[in-house]
C-alpha cells in the first residue's frame, strides 16, 4: 500500500523540498506510471517529471508502444504532476537539477514487486540500462532513492494477450477489499485528504462509498461518462477531456470485467476493473468514479445520479443509452486525438514485446478485435 508521510515531511521525516524531479520513459500502463510517481511527489511540494523522447529511447535500444506525445499527455494529466517536460536527458546530472531548479531527484529503488501472469508477486530487477542512467547522481545528497511498491508491468499485459487469460479479471464486488489500493489515488498529495468520491454500484440501485471526497456543488454542471476504459491511452484522456469541458464536475462510470467480457469477447478486459478504475481515479480532470456500473445506461440510472449531460463517442451504439435520448442530454463529443484500444494492440504486436519468437507472437492474431474499443 501507498502510505504518505505527515503534512510537509517527506517519508524519511525530513521537511518536504520545494521542487523534486524525477525521470523516466512511462510507457503504456498507466495506473503502474502514477503508482510509481506517487512516493516520488511526497518528497516534495511541487513534482517536476521529466520524459525521454522517442529517439533518446531508441538511441537507448528501448522501444515504447505510446509516442513521447501520448506519454508526456498522460503523464501531465496525473493529479500529482505539477509539470512535465519532453526530451529529458537519458541520464539526468546535477546540471539537469540545478537548469530545472530542482532540490532533489527521486529515483526508484533497485528492485521492485511485480505481478506475474497468475497474479502472485516477484521480485523485477531493473536492466543494466536502467541501473546506468543514475550512476553519476545515485550518490549524491541530492538523490533520494524509493521502493517501488508492486505494480503491472507490459510484459504482463502482453502475457494476458499471449496466453488468452482471463484469470486476471474480478468480480465487482471483491473492489471493496482493494479500498487501500484506491485511497491514495483519491488523495491530494499535499493534505493528504481525499479530493475525490469512489463508489461501487450496486445491483439494487445504490452506492456503496469507497472514497469519500468532494461532491458537486448545487450550481454544477455534472457530466457523466461510462466506459470500460481499457488500456487507458491518449485517446481515453483527450475524450475525457472533452467531456470536462461541458460541465464543472466530471463523473466516470467504470463498466465490470464480466460485463465489458460479455460484450467484446475473449480476453477483454485486459486490464481488470480495479486498474482501470486507478487509471481513471489519478486524473486531475475526474471528480468522481462510480465502479461496476451497467453497460447500458437506462433512464432509472439516470434519475439515480441526475447528471445535466451524458457525454459520448461519436460512434456510441445507441443501445448503451437505451432510453435516454428522450431525455435531451445526451452530447457526442470529438475527441482531438483519435486512438482505440484496437490500435494499442496492434502496437504491442507488432513491437513484440511479449517474445522474440515469431510463434508465440503469432497467438496474439487468435484474439479477434473489435474496431470500437475504447
Request: charged share 25%.
Amino acid at each position: 500500500m501507498l502510505k504518505a508521510g505527515p503534512q510537509g515531511l517527506t517519508p524519511d521525516g525530513e521537511k518536504k523540498k520545494a521542487r523534486v524531479y524525477t525521470d523516466g520513459f512511462f510507457d503504456f500502463v498507466h495506473f503502474s506510471n502514477a503508482k510509481l510517481l506517487w512516493p516520488a511527489k511526497q518528497y516534495g511540494k511541487k513534482l517536476i517529471v521529466g520524459i525521454h523522447s522517442d529517439d533518446e529511447l531508441d538511441n537507448n535500444g528501448i522501444c515504447p508502444i505510446f509516442t513521447d506525445e501520448e506519454r508526456y499527455r498522460l503523464i501531465s494529466a496525473i493529479r500529482w504532476v505539477d509539470e512535465a517536460f519532453e526530451d529529458a536527458p537519458f541520464q539526468p546530472e546535477m546540471s539537469t537539477l540545478n537548469q530545472l531548479d530542482c532540490d532533489i531527484i527521486a529515483i526508484p529503488g533497485k528492485c521492485a514487486l511485480a505481478i506475474n501472469l497468475r497474479g502472485s508477486r516477484y521480485i523485477s530487477h531493473p536492466t543494466t540500462v536502467e541501473t546506468a542512467r543514475y550512476e553519476e547522481i545515485r550518490g549524491s545528497d541530492r538523490a533520494k532513492q524509493y521502493v517501488i511498491s508492486e505494480h503491472v508491468t507490459d510484459q504482463e499485459v502482453a502475457g494476458r494477450l499471449m496466453l488468452v487469460t482471463k484469470s486476471h479479471h474480478m468480480e465487482t464486488d471483491s473492489i471493496l477489499e482493494f479500498k487501500s489500493a484506491m485511497l491514495p489515488f483519491a488523495l491530494d498529495p499535499v493534505s493528504n485528504e481525499p479530493v475525490i468520491s469512489v463508489s461501487l454500484f450496486k445491483q439494487n440501485y445504490t452506492f456503496a462509498p469507497i472514497v469519500i471526497g468532494k461532491k458537486p456543488k448545487a450550481t454544477d454542471k455534472v457530466i457523466y461518462v461510462s466506459g470500460a476504459f481499457d488500456l487507458f491511452h491518449a485517446g481515453h484522456l483527450s475524450f475525457l477531456e472533452a467531456a470536462k469541458e461541458l460541465g464543472d464536475y466530471l463523473i466516470v462510470g467504470i463498466v465490470g470485467d464480466d460485463d465489458v467480457n460479455e460484450e467484446k469477447g475473449t480476453i477483454f478486459p485486459v486490464m481488470n476493473l480495479l486498474e482501470r478504475t486507478l487509471s481513471v481515479a489519478s486524473l486531475k480532470i475526474v471528480d468522481e468514479v462510480f465502479v461496476g456500473v451497467p453497460p447500458i445506461t437506462t433512464t432509472r440510472f439516470v434519475n439515480l445520479i441526475k447528471p445535466t449531460k451524458i457525454a459520448i463517442y461519436p460512434e456510441t451504439h445507441p443501445r448503451r443509452f437505451a432510453g435516454c435520448t428522450q431525455l435531451g442530454i445526451i452530447k457526442e463529443v470529438a475527441p482531438d486525438y483519435d486512438a482505440t484500444c484496437e490500435e494499442i494492440l496492434e502496437r504491442i504486436t507488432s513491437r513484440k514485446i511479449a517474445s522474440s519468437e515469431d510463434d508465440e507472437i503469432a497467438l496474439f492474431s487468435g484474439i479477434p478485435l473489435n474496431n470500437n474499443q475504447h
